[in-house]
Protein backbone atom coordinates (compact mmCIF):
# COMPACT_ATOMS: atom_id res chain seq x y z
CA UNK A 1 0.00 0.00 0.00
CA UNK A 2 1.37 3.63 -0.76
CA UNK A 3 2.59 5.73 2.25
CA UNK A 4 -0.47 8.37 2.46
CA UNK A 5 0.59 12.21 3.25
CA UNK A 6 0.30 13.60 6.77
CA UNK A 7 -2.97 14.66 7.96
CA UNK A 8 -1.86 18.00 8.51
CA UNK A 9 -1.22 18.46 4.63
CA UNK A 10 -4.64 17.99 3.87
CA UNK A 11 -6.48 20.71 6.32
CA UNK A 12 -6.61 23.78 3.74
CA UNK A 13 -7.96 22.67 0.06
CA UNK A 14 -7.03 26.47 -0.86
CA UNK A 15 -2.92 26.99 0.05
CA UNK A 16 -0.20 25.33 1.36
CA UNK A 17 1.64 26.09 4.81
CA UNK A 18 5.79 25.99 4.68
CA UNK A 19 5.20 22.92 8.04
CA UNK A 20 2.89 20.84 5.62
CA UNK A 21 5.23 20.76 3.32
CA UNK A 22 8.16 19.75 5.37
CA UNK A 23 5.57 17.07 6.63
CA UNK A 24 5.88 15.42 3.81
CA UNK A 25 9.26 14.08 4.51
CA UNK A 26 7.75 11.31 6.54
CA UNK A 27 5.97 10.27 3.25
CA UNK A 28 9.45 10.41 1.30
CA UNK A 29 10.67 8.11 4.20
CA UNK A 30 8.83 5.21 3.72
CA UNK A 31 8.98 5.16 -0.30
CA UNK A 32 11.83 4.06 -2.30
CA UNK A 33 13.03 3.91 -6.33
CA UNK A 34 12.32 0.71 -7.57
CA UNK A 35 14.91 -0.31 -10.42
CA UNK A 36 13.10 -1.24 -13.27
CA UNK A 37 13.65 -0.60 -16.60
CA UNK A 38 17.14 0.38 -15.69
CA UNK A 39 19.29 2.75 -18.16
CA UNK A 40 21.96 3.80 -15.48
CA UNK A 41 23.03 3.54 -11.81
CA UNK A 42 22.53 7.29 -10.21
CA UNK A 43 25.01 8.06 -7.01
CA UNK A 44 25.30 4.20 -5.57
CA UNK A 45 22.36 4.04 -3.30
CA UNK A 46 19.48 3.37 -5.85
CA UNK A 47 18.72 2.68 -9.41
CA UNK A 48 16.59 4.49 -11.76
CA UNK A 49 14.83 4.34 -14.94
CA UNK A 50 15.88 7.66 -16.28
CA UNK A 51 19.69 7.51 -18.03
CA UNK A 52 22.80 9.06 -15.79
CA UNK A 53 24.01 12.45 -15.75
CA UNK A 54 27.40 11.58 -17.60
CA UNK A 55 30.53 11.37 -17.06
CA UNK A 56 33.50 14.04 -15.48
CA UNK A 57 36.72 13.80 -15.28
CA UNK A 58 38.67 12.42 -12.08
CA UNK A 59 42.27 12.54 -13.01
CA UNK A 60 44.65 12.63 -15.67
CA UNK A 61 47.47 10.02 -15.50
CA UNK A 62 50.44 7.96 -18.08
CA UNK A 63 48.85 6.46 -20.66
CA UNK A 64 48.79 2.70 -20.44
CA UNK A 65 48.27 -0.14 -23.08
CA UNK A 66 44.65 -0.41 -23.37
CA UNK A 67 43.49 2.62 -22.36
CA UNK A 68 41.02 4.76 -25.31
CA UNK A 69 43.33 6.49 -27.33
CA UNK A 70 40.17 9.53 -27.63
CA UNK A 71 40.84 9.82 -24.07
CA UNK A 72 44.61 10.87 -24.65
CA UNK A 73 44.81 14.28 -23.19
CA UNK A 74 47.38 15.99 -25.91
CA UNK A 75 47.90 19.32 -24.30
CA UNK A 76 49.39 17.45 -21.03
CA UNK A 77 51.44 14.86 -23.36
CA UNK A 78 53.01 18.13 -25.34
CA UNK A 79 53.56 19.63 -22.73
CA UNK A 80 55.53 16.55 -20.79
CA UNK A 81 56.56 14.89 -23.71
CA UNK A 82 54.92 11.59 -22.72
CA UNK A 83 51.68 10.07 -23.28
CA UNK A 84 48.96 11.10 -20.78
CA UNK A 85 45.47 9.84 -20.83
CA UNK A 86 42.04 11.63 -19.38
CA UNK A 87 40.27 9.27 -16.50
CA UNK A 88 36.63 9.53 -16.52
CA UNK A 89 33.71 8.44 -13.33
CA UNK A 90 30.22 8.63 -13.42
CA UNK A 91 29.33 11.93 -11.56
CA UNK A 92 28.09 10.80 -8.03
CA UNK A 93 24.91 12.92 -7.95
CA UNK A 94 22.62 14.89 -11.01
CA UNK A 95 20.37 18.30 -10.35
CA UNK A 96 16.64 17.34 -9.62
CA UNK A 97 14.30 20.40 -10.92
CA UNK A 98 10.43 21.01 -10.13
CA UNK A 99 9.07 23.13 -12.26
CA UNK A 100 5.73 24.23 -10.79
CA UNK A 101 2.80 26.01 -11.77
CA UNK A 102 1.25 28.78 -10.11
CA UNK A 103 -0.88 30.15 -12.88
CA UNK A 104 -4.67 31.50 -12.34
CA UNK A 105 -6.05 28.68 -14.13
CA UNK A 106 -4.06 26.56 -11.12
CA UNK A 107 -6.14 27.90 -8.35
CA UNK A 108 -9.52 26.60 -9.07
CA UNK A 109 -10.76 22.77 -7.76
CA UNK A 110 -13.73 21.38 -6.70
CA UNK A 111 -12.40 17.81 -5.39
CA UNK A 112 -10.37 18.00 -2.42
CA UNK A 113 -7.75 20.76 -3.45
CA UNK A 114 -6.94 23.75 -5.72
CA UNK A 115 -4.85 22.57 -8.23
CA UNK A 116 -2.09 24.58 -7.12
CA UNK A 117 -2.28 22.80 -3.94
CA UNK A 118 -1.94 19.46 -5.45
CA UNK A 119 1.17 20.77 -7.52
CA UNK A 120 2.99 22.37 -4.25
CA UNK A 121 2.65 19.00 -2.35
CA UNK A 122 3.92 16.75 -5.64
CA UNK A 123 6.67 18.93 -5.93
CA UNK A 124 7.60 18.65 -2.10
CA UNK A 125 7.01 15.23 -1.73
CA UNK A 126 9.52 14.45 -4.89
CA UNK A 127 12.06 17.31 -3.44
CA UNK A 128 11.93 15.02 -0.50
CA UNK A 129 12.49 11.95 -2.71
CA UNK A 130 15.32 13.34 -4.39
CA UNK A 131 17.23 14.41 -1.21
CA UNK A 132 16.73 10.98 0.47
CA UNK A 133 18.58 9.98 -2.84
CA UNK A 134 21.35 11.87 -2.43
CA UNK A 135 21.06 14.13 -5.42
CA UNK A 136 20.55 17.65 -5.47
CA UNK A 137 17.31 19.61 -5.89
CA UNK A 138 15.93 23.11 -7.16
CA UNK A 139 13.30 24.49 -9.01
CA UNK A 140 11.66 27.27 -10.58
CA UNK A 141 7.92 28.47 -9.01
CA UNK A 142 6.30 30.95 -11.75
CA UNK A 143 2.92 32.72 -12.11
CA UNK A 144 2.41 35.45 -14.54
CA UNK A 145 3.87 38.18 -13.06
CA UNK A 146 6.41 36.25 -11.14
CA UNK A 147 9.15 33.33 -11.10
CA UNK A 148 10.83 32.13 -8.10
CA UNK A 149 14.64 30.32 -9.82
CA UNK A 150 16.08 28.05 -6.78
CA UNK A 151 19.22 26.81 -7.65
CA UNK A 152 20.29 23.09 -6.85
CA UNK A 153 21.57 22.54 -3.57
CA UNK A 154 22.38 18.83 -1.78
CA UNK A 155 20.37 17.71 0.86
CA UNK A 156 17.54 19.07 3.34
CA UNK A 157 19.04 22.72 2.38
CA UNK A 158 17.85 22.11 -1.34
CA UNK A 159 14.34 20.78 -0.18
CA UNK A 160 13.49 23.75 2.51
CA UNK A 161 14.71 26.42 -0.36
CA UNK A 162 12.11 24.93 -2.76
CA UNK A 163 9.07 24.82 0.19
CA UNK A 164 9.54 28.08 0.96
CA UNK A 165 9.15 29.44 -2.23
CA UNK A 166 5.86 27.15 -3.15
CA UNK A 167 4.22 28.21 0.24
CA UNK A 168 5.22 31.76 0.39
CA UNK A 169 5.39 32.45 -3.36
CA UNK A 170 3.20 36.02 -4.07
CA UNK A 171 0.25 34.03 -6.21
CA UNK A 172 -1.07 32.98 -3.15
CA UNK A 173 -2.09 36.48 -2.09
CA UNK A 174 -2.83 37.20 -5.33
CA UNK A 175 -5.62 34.86 -5.45
CA UNK A 176 -6.79 35.32 -2.22
CA UNK A 177 -7.70 38.42 -4.07
CA UNK A 178 -5.46 40.96 -2.28
CA UNK A 179 -4.69 42.15 -5.38
CA UNK A 180 -5.82 42.11 -9.38
CA UNK A 181 -4.04 39.40 -11.24
CA UNK A 182 -3.28 39.84 -15.47
CA UNK A 183 -3.42 36.73 -17.74
CA UNK A 184 -0.31 36.16 -19.58
CA UNK A 185 -0.27 33.73 -22.67
CA UNK A 186 3.32 33.74 -22.89
CA UNK A 187 4.05 33.00 -19.15
CA UNK A 188 4.08 29.73 -19.73
CA UNK A 189 6.70 29.44 -22.62
CA UNK A 190 8.72 32.27 -20.83
CA UNK A 191 9.16 30.00 -17.75
CA UNK A 192 10.06 26.69 -20.40
CA UNK A 193 12.84 29.16 -21.43
CA UNK A 194 14.25 29.99 -18.09
CA UNK A 195 13.80 26.72 -16.58
CA UNK A 196 16.02 25.55 -19.86
CA UNK A 197 18.76 28.38 -18.56
CA UNK A 198 18.51 27.00 -15.05
CA UNK A 199 19.57 23.30 -15.41
CA UNK A 200 22.73 21.98 -16.42
CA UNK A 201 22.67 18.84 -19.48
CA UNK A 202 21.65 15.69 -17.61
CA UNK A 203 19.29 17.16 -15.38
CA UNK A 204 16.02 15.50 -14.43
CA UNK A 205 12.88 17.83 -14.54
CA UNK A 206 9.85 17.54 -13.39
CA UNK A 207 6.88 19.78 -14.84
CA UNK A 208 3.90 20.33 -13.08
CA UNK A 209 1.32 22.12 -14.34
CA UNK A 210 -2.56 22.02 -16.25
CA UNK A 211 -0.43 23.13 -19.27
CA UNK A 212 -3.56 25.41 -20.20
CA UNK A 213 -2.49 27.90 -22.74
CA UNK A 214 0.39 25.06 -24.21
CA UNK A 215 0.97 26.42 -27.69
CA UNK A 216 3.90 25.63 -30.01
CA UNK A 217 6.09 27.77 -28.78
CA UNK A 218 5.99 26.20 -25.35
CA UNK A 219 6.21 22.45 -26.87
CA UNK A 220 9.28 24.03 -28.93
CA UNK A 221 10.98 25.08 -25.81
CA UNK A 222 9.76 21.66 -24.59
CA UNK A 223 11.39 19.71 -27.49
CA UNK A 224 14.50 21.98 -26.48
CA UNK A 225 14.87 21.02 -22.92
CA UNK A 226 14.20 17.40 -23.66
CA UNK A 227 17.36 17.57 -26.32
CA UNK A 228 20.06 17.96 -23.03
CA UNK A 229 17.48 16.59 -20.11
CA UNK A 230 15.14 14.13 -18.96
CA UNK A 231 11.60 15.01 -18.62
CA UNK A 232 8.53 14.26 -16.54
CA UNK A 233 5.30 15.92 -17.63
CA UNK A 234 3.17 15.94 -14.46
CA UNK A 235 -0.57 16.95 -15.65
CA UNK A 236 -2.67 18.44 -12.92
CA UNK A 237 -6.54 18.81 -13.28
CA UNK A 238 -9.24 18.67 -11.30
CA UNK A 239 -12.73 16.04 -12.24
CA UNK A 240 -14.88 19.05 -13.32
CA UNK A 241 -12.32 19.69 -16.39
CA UNK A 242 -12.43 16.73 -17.62
CA UNK A 243 -16.41 16.59 -17.29
CA UNK A 244 -18.96 19.13 -16.32
CA UNK A 245 -21.60 17.48 -13.45
CA UNK A 246 -25.22 16.13 -14.44
CA UNK A 247 -27.73 18.26 -15.34
CA UNK A 248 -28.55 21.12 -13.12
CA UNK A 249 -27.59 24.70 -11.89
CA UNK A 250 -24.02 25.13 -10.30
CA UNK A 251 -22.64 28.65 -8.41
CA UNK A 252 -18.66 29.18 -8.54
CA UNK A 253 -16.62 31.28 -6.58
CA UNK A 254 -12.97 32.61 -5.84
CA UNK A 255 -13.97 33.95 -2.72
CA UNK A 256 -14.69 37.18 -4.42
CA UNK A 257 -17.12 37.16 -7.55
CA UNK A 258 -19.58 34.03 -8.06
CA UNK A 259 -20.55 32.47 -11.24
CA UNK A 260 -23.53 30.76 -12.13
CA UNK A 261 -23.42 28.02 -14.50
CA UNK A 262 -26.42 25.59 -15.72
CA UNK A 263 -25.59 22.45 -17.38
CA UNK A 264 -28.37 21.46 -18.76
CA UNK A 265 -27.46 21.87 -22.62
CA UNK A 266 -26.01 18.30 -23.72
CA UNK A 267 -24.15 19.63 -26.40
CA UNK A 268 -22.24 21.59 -24.18
CA UNK A 269 -21.52 19.35 -22.09
CA UNK A 270 -20.36 17.02 -24.50
CA UNK A 271 -18.38 19.97 -26.36
CA UNK A 272 -16.54 20.61 -22.57
CA UNK A 273 -15.52 17.22 -22.15
CA UNK A 274 -14.01 17.19 -25.88
CA UNK A 275 -12.13 19.98 -25.57
CA UNK A 276 -10.12 18.55 -22.68
CA UNK A 277 -9.85 15.10 -23.98
CA UNK A 278 -8.43 16.67 -26.94
CA UNK A 279 -5.98 19.15 -25.40
CA UNK A 280 -4.92 15.92 -23.12
CA UNK A 281 -4.52 14.16 -26.12
CA UNK A 282 -2.01 16.55 -27.96
CA UNK A 283 -0.29 16.82 -24.54
CA UNK A 284 0.56 12.51 -24.69
CA UNK A 285 1.36 12.51 -28.09
CA UNK A 286 3.57 14.95 -27.65
CA UNK A 287 5.19 13.44 -24.88
CA UNK A 288 5.47 10.56 -26.96
CA UNK A 289 7.20 12.02 -29.33
CA UNK A 290 9.74 13.76 -27.72
CA UNK A 291 10.29 10.16 -25.47
CA UNK A 292 9.07 11.59 -22.05
CA UNK A 293 7.21 10.16 -19.64
CA UNK A 294 3.75 11.60 -19.08
CA UNK A 295 1.78 11.57 -15.87
CA UNK A 296 -1.93 12.51 -15.65
CA UNK A 297 -2.99 13.76 -11.96
CA UNK A 298 -6.13 14.58 -10.55
CA UNK A 299 -7.15 16.68 -7.13
CA UNK A 300 -9.35 13.58 -6.49
CA UNK A 301 -6.14 10.92 -7.22
CA UNK A 302 -4.57 9.31 -4.31
CA UNK A 303 -1.28 11.42 -5.46
CA UNK A 304 1.28 9.48 -3.89
CA UNK A 305 -0.13 5.93 -4.94
CA UNK A 306 -0.08 7.98 -8.71
CA UNK A 307 3.51 8.73 -8.32
CA UNK A 308 4.59 5.91 -6.61
CA UNK A 309 2.75 3.38 -9.99
CA UNK A 310 3.83 5.75 -12.40
CA UNK A 311 7.62 6.76 -11.42
CA UNK A 312 9.12 3.92 -10.23
CA UNK A 313 8.19 3.93 -6.36
CA UNK A 314 7.85 1.30 -4.25
CA UNK A 315 6.70 1.42 -0.25
CA UNK A 316 9.89 1.28 1.88
CA UNK A 317 10.84 -2.31 2.74
CA UNK A 318 9.37 -4.68 0.18
CA UNK A 319 11.24 -6.54 -2.36
Known amino acids: MPASPPADTELDVTRVTQAGLIALNNTARKLTL??????????????????????????????????????????????TGEAHTKV???????????????????????????????????????????????????????????????????????????????SQHPAWRTHAGQQATQHKPDALNTALQRLHHLSRPGSLLFLISDFYDFDDAAAEALSAACRQHDVVMIHISDPMERQLPAQGYYRFTDGDTELGLHTGNRHLLQQFQQRFAQRQQQLQSLCKQLRLQYLPLSTDDDWPGCLQQHIGWRTGGRA
Open 88 to 166: FREERERPVLLWVDYRQSMFFGTRRCFKSVLAARTAALLAWMTVQHGDRVGGLVFAAQQHDEIRPLRGNKGALHLIHAL
Open 34 to 79: RPVRIRAAMNGAHLSAFKGIGMELEEVRPYQPGDDLYSIDWRVTAR
